[in-house]
Each structure stands twice: as C-alpha cells, then as structure tokens.
C-alpha cells in the first residue's frame, strides 16, 4: 500500500497538481461513461427474464431489486479498479502543434484565364426541370430560369 502511495505521489510531481488532477478527472469520467453503459444494458437484460422467477416460486421484484443491487455494487468496484489500474498506467505524451501551412489559391485552369463564375458553372450543367433554381429564389427551376430557355 505504501508502494502503491509513493507511486502515485511521484506521477503527482512529474505531472502537476493540475495536470494530475484534470488527468484524474479525464479517466474517471471515461470509466464512468464505459461502466454506467454496461451496467444499463444488465439492468434492462435482467428486467427481460426477471419474470421467469415467478416459476421457481420467487416474488420478481424482491428478486430484481436484490439482483439489481449487487450489480451496482459490483458496478461501483469496477469502477474504483479500473481508475487504480488506468491511473498508474496513463502516461502523458507532450507534442508541439506543427507548424501549419499557409492556404494558397489554386486554380485548376490555367493562370492567365479567369475562373469561371458560379452562375456560369450553374449554366453549363444541365438542371432538372423539378430541382431549386441555382439563381437562389426558392422556385422550381421550370418556374424560374427553366421558362426561359
């Protein structure tokens, strides 16, 4: 146990008060998360055959709240295990953000042609005659720019 303390009050001191803290915070609220799922799909699981006790001459409900307690209680032991196990395991790894590369524009065309605009683009794909226009007006392309043509 002692072994077990010292261990624990050395990764305090590489770590940080605070850093050891929100890593502490991180790994129980993952634990927590993981086991309370688990333990949600053995209660409704339980709740399924529970009523196959009353043919063994048992009251269903004593059964399932006896059942269903030593679940939580087993659920809650696992918790603590697990947060001993990961907290002495966990190691923190440092990694500098890279350095990020400028966006540059790139054209697909060539440089000394301009880009052709959106509405050009729009134009030269054939629109279904039922689909939005691409003008932006909410219509039907056959009520709009459709009648047009």
């Not at 953000?97 to 683009?121: K, T």
Request: glycine fraction near 4%.
């Amino acid at each position: 146990m002692d072994e077990a303390l010292e261990l624990y009050e050395e990764k305090e001191r590489t770590l940080g008060e605070r850093t050891m803290r929100e890593l502490e915070r991180m790994v129980l609220l993952n634990i927590i998360d993981t086991r309370w799922r688990e333990h949600l799909y053995e209660m409704d699981y339980l709740q399924e055959g529970i009523h196959l006790r009353a043919y063994a001459q048992r009251d269903p409900l004593t059964e399932y709240q006896r059942e269903a307690y030593q679940m939580f209680e087993e659920l809650t032991s696992s918790i603590k295990e697990d947060f001993v196990r990961y907290i002495y395991r966990v190691e923190l790894v440092r990694q500098d953000e890279p350095a990020r590369p400028r966006p540059q524009r790139i054209s697909a065309n060539r440089g000394d042609q301009p880009a052709p605009s959106a509405a050009a683009q729009a134009r030269s794909e054939k629109v279904p005659r039922n689909a939005p226009c691409p003008c932006g007006s909410g219509k039907k392309y056959k009520k709009c720019h459709g009648a047009v043509a």
